[in-house]
């Protein structure tokens, strides 16, 4: 017997809802690993800086915070950004659900959101001490490659899907998007902390809708200055915007020093000391401190 219209047929919102929260995890993983693999192999290939420190030492640690991240977020987090989407959407409720729009207007519309967000937060976890004391182990790495884009610490990682989850559920933003803006954040994440060369035109040409390498390595300068500019991960446009673009690092890319100046001691950067590190430490930004003159 054919199901009845309306009892046992699902919405065709419902329907992606479910594609969406069922092969999240899978479409996910497959993405990650596939980018960090062909991200490092293109390191090997063509590496834009040398190194000033082993990946024997430092890719164990950055990878472990991966799967410290990865529990703390499926233990400690009830609610994740899609999930989120999916609860809204199916009641009816956020900005974008209570002003109809075509699914071709909503998708893009919600991952721009999404950006501006992240792009918001990122400020806010530099201007803000308590939170940069979490965001600063991201930044204590000595060198910037595929690993350090996984390299977060991991209250700032849960904190960071609670503000992804209120923005999802404040503007309605499908979970389609959604998913959709995970893959580009943790592939944009991998790419752009790649220590990849790429030809100046190349570069120049990708910086118009695309966070490249070398615009995110002046993020990781250990002068104070060029820290706090080009806080982009995805879209290039929202520094330009609001005028925290710095094109190139004063040193040049082959001499700039990357880390916090008083973090530089490669045998205290530990695992477990980078975990406790918010904890013990009271850094401020202020000019002068971390490396500025």
Same mark, same amino acid.
């Given at each position: #017997? /054919?199901?009845v219209h309306g009892e046992d047929q699902e919405a065709p919102e419902e329907s992606i809802n479910h594609i969406v929260l069922d092969y999240e995890i899978p479409v996910r993983l497959l993405f990650f690993f596939g980018l960090l693999i062909l991200t490092t192999l293109w390191e090997f290939s063509t590496p834009r800086r040398r190194r000033s420190s082993s990946r024997i030492t430092r890719w164990? +640690?950055?990878?472990g915070m991966v799967l410290i991240d990865s529990l703390a977020l499926r233990f400690l987090m009830p609610v994740t950004a899609i999930s989120a989407a999916a609860y809204v959407e199916t009641h009816g409720f956020g900005l974008l659900v209570m002003i109809p729009s075509p699914q071709w207007l909503s998708l893009p519309l919600g991952i721009v959101i999404l950006d501006l967000a992240i792009y918001a937060q990122h400020v806010m976890f530099h201007t803000l001490a308590? /939170?940069?004391? /979490?965001h600063m182990v991201h930044h204590t790495d000595l060198d910037i490659d595929v690993?350090?884009?996984v390299r977060?610490?991991?209250?700032?990682?849960?904190?960071? #899907?609670g503000i992804k989850a209120s923005v999802v559920a404040v503007m309605g933003i499908p979970p389609l998007a959604v998913l959709i803006f995970e893959i580009l954040l943790n592939g944009t994440s991998i790419f752009n902390h790649?220590? +990849?060369? /790429?030809s100046g035109p190349v570069d120049r040409a990708l910086r118009l809708f695309l966070v490249t390498p070398d615009m995110h390595r002046v993020h990781h300068s250990v002068i104070t200055g060029e820290m706090n500019s080009n806080f982009g991960f995805n879209l290039p446009w929202w520094d330009r915007l609001f005028a925290t673009y710095r094109a190139q690092p004063s040193a040049g890319h082959d001499d700039m020093m990357i880390g916090i100046a008083r973090f530089r001691d490669p045998k205290r950067l530990t695992l477990p000391y980078l975990l406790l590190l918010p904890f013990t430490f009271k850094p401020h930004m202020r000019k002068g401190e971390d490396g500025d003159s």
């Open positions: #017997m /054919l199901p164990p +640690i950055n990878m308590p /939170l940069w004391r /979490l690993t350090t884009g977060f610490h991991p209250i700032e990682v849960i904190l960071s #899907m790649g220590n +990849i060369r /790429l």
